[in-house]
């Protein structure tokens, strides 16, 4: 018989969009600034992907090269630029990276290739051009789809040209991600649920979330200190991530990363860094969608028993307790129990 103090949780279900990417390796280069005539408030892409110097073809074929020694047998393997806007470089200079990497492709070694951009930065001929060589997947850089916080954020670009980048990379085919922002001057809980909303017509493959931090050597941290603008709390920033993810629950679309890769500028430890940064944000935004999943799975008439048995599935046991416990200690709190969260 059920004691009527266990609850379970269906956590597969709840994070059913986070993607297991254990089959799949990476290859990231990382191009900062090349290719990015506009520099957002919020940018130092240097600081961001922890390159300080202008690759060339020569370091990124020996990167590939290292990199593919170092992999196990039967994953895909993909070839990723990352950093800058890759559709803005000079065609010569992008044609130049796309055939290395493609070298690869053909070989059947590596699987696919991904490149990310800006969504003023898409056309036709550019599409043309990246259907020649091979790339699979084109991520846009999006960060909003609110006019007044794009224009506070000096992003350079309307959501009228996500509108119509996202439409051109579906008509030709390719596979489309999204990359968004919380957390950006102007913005609300409330226009970052309206912008992933939107997003999610275009029925996206992928999506990374990417809370703001502000970055000394930006123009964000010039209006940081003349406090026109404030970051978000981790508490805050964790919360409207969670709010983000859980509107994807009912699409298809992947969620390949939450939060920053760390890197020596990029921590906890970092001294020219200012908001919610945590070396491991994700788990503080999971954790939330767990929180939220299991207060809503407690009925009312648990209010009269001593203790809670909430069971979780075993390798999401620490979502469901929380960084530094805080999930535990808040429902304890919140309902005057004794909480026990077991793994099943």
Same mark, same amino acid.
């Given at each position: 018989?059920?004691?009527?103090?266990?609850?379970?949780?269906?956590?597969?279900?709840?994070?059913?969009?986070?993607?297991?990417?254990?089959?799949?390796?990476?290859?990231?280069?990382?191009?900062?600034?090349?290719?990015?005539?506009?520099?957002?408030?919020?940018?130092?892409?240097?600081?961001?992907?922890?390159?300080?110097?202008?690759?060339?073809?020569?370091?990124?074929?020996?990167?590939?090269?290292?990199?593919?020694?170092?992999?196990?047998?039967?994953?895909?393997?993909?070839?990723?630029?990352?950093?800058?806007?890759?559709?803005?470089?000079?065609?010569?200079?992008?044609?130049?990276?796309?055939?290395?990497?493609?070298?690869?492709?053909?070989?059947?070694?590596?699987?696919?290739?991904?490149?990310?951009?800006?969504?003023?930065?898409?056309?036709?001929?550019?599409?043309?051009?990246?259907?020649?060589?091979?790339?699979?997947?084109?991520?846009?850089?999006?960060?909003?789809?609110?006019?007044?916080?794009?224009?506070?954020?000096?992003?350079?670009?309307?959501?009228?040209?996500?509108?119509?980048?996202?439409?051109? /990379? +579906?008509? $030709?085919?390719?596979?489309?991600?999204?990359?968004?922002? &919380? !957390?950006?001057? #102007?913005?609300? *809980?409330?226009?970052?649920?309206?912008?992933?909303?939107?997003?999610?017509?275009?029925?996206?493959?992928?999506?990374?979330?990417?809370?703001?931090?502000?970055?000394?050597?930006?123009?964000?941290?010039?209006?940081?200190?003349?406090?026109?603008?404030?970051?978000?709390?981790?508490?805050?920033?964790?919360?409207?991530?969670?709010?983000?993810?859980?509107?994807?629950?009912?699409?298809?679309?992947?969620?390949?990363?939450?939060?920053?890769?760390?890197?020596?500028?990029?921590?906890?430890?970092?001294?020219?860094?200012?908001?919610?940064?945590?070396?491991?944000?994700?788990?503080?935004?999971?954790?939330?969608?767990?929180?939220?999943?299991?207060?809503?799975?407690?009925?009312?008439?648990?209010?009269?028993?001593?203790? /809670? +048995?909430? $069971?979780?599935?075993?390798?999401?046991?620490?979502?469901? &307790? !929380?960084?530094? #416990?805080?999930? *535990?200690?808040?429902?304890?709190?919140?309902?005057?129990?004794?909480?026990?969260?077991?793994?099943?």
């Amino acid at each position: 018989m059920t004691n009527l103090n266990d609850i379970h949780i269906d956590t597969n279900e709840v994070l059913k969009n986070i993607v297991n990417k254990d089959n799949q390796y990476t290859i990231p280069i990382f191009i900062p600034h090349l290719g990015c005539k506009n520099e957002c408030v919020f940018c130092n892409q240097r600081k961001i992907s922890g390159a300080s110097s202008d690759v060339d073809i020569e370091e990124v074929k020996k990167l590939v090269e290292e990199r593919l020694k170092s992999f196990k047998q039967n994953r895909k393997i993909q070839i990723a630029f990352f950093g800058g806007s890759f559709t803005g470089l000079d065609k010569e200079e992008q044609i130049k990276f796309l055939k290395l990497a493609n070298t690869y492709v053909e070989k059947g070694v590596v699987e696919s290739i991904r490149i990310s951009t800006r969504p003023d930065y898409i056309s036709k001929d550019i599409l043309k051009l990246l259907k020649r060589y091979n790339v699979k997947t084109i991520e846009l850089g999006v960060q909003s789809m609110d006019e007044e916080v794009l224009l506070e954020s000096k992003r350079g670009h309307t959501s009228l040209d996500v509108i119509r980048a996202a439409r051109l /990379i +579906n008509l $030709y085919n390719f596979e489309l991600g999204f990359q968004i922002m &919380v !957390g950006l001057p #102007k913005s609300t *809980k409330e226009k970052e649920i309206e912008t992933i909303d939107r997003l999610l017509k275009f029925k996206p493959k992928q999506l990374r979330i990417y809370p703001v931090y502000v970055l000394k050597e930006s123009q964000l941290y010039e209006m940081y200190k003349k406090k026109d603008y404030s970051p978000l709390t981790l508490e805050d920033a964790a919360g409207r991530v969670a709010e983000v993810i859980g509107r994807c629950r009912k699409s298809n679309v992947s969620i390949i990363r939450i939060g920053l890769q760390s890197t020596e500028d990029i921590s906890e430890n970092a001294k020219d860094l200012i908001g919610p940064v945590s070396d491991n944000f994700g788990e503080y935004a999971l954790s939330k969608i767990v929180l939220n999943e299991i207060i809503k799975n407690i009925p009312k008439e648990k209010e009269g028993s001593d203790e /809670i +048995n909430i $069971y979780i599935p075993k390798r999401y046991i620490s979502l469901a &307790v !929380g960084p530094k #416990k805080a999930n *535990k200690k808040y429902l304890e709190e919140r309902y005057n129990k004794k909480i026990n969260i077991i793994g099943e």
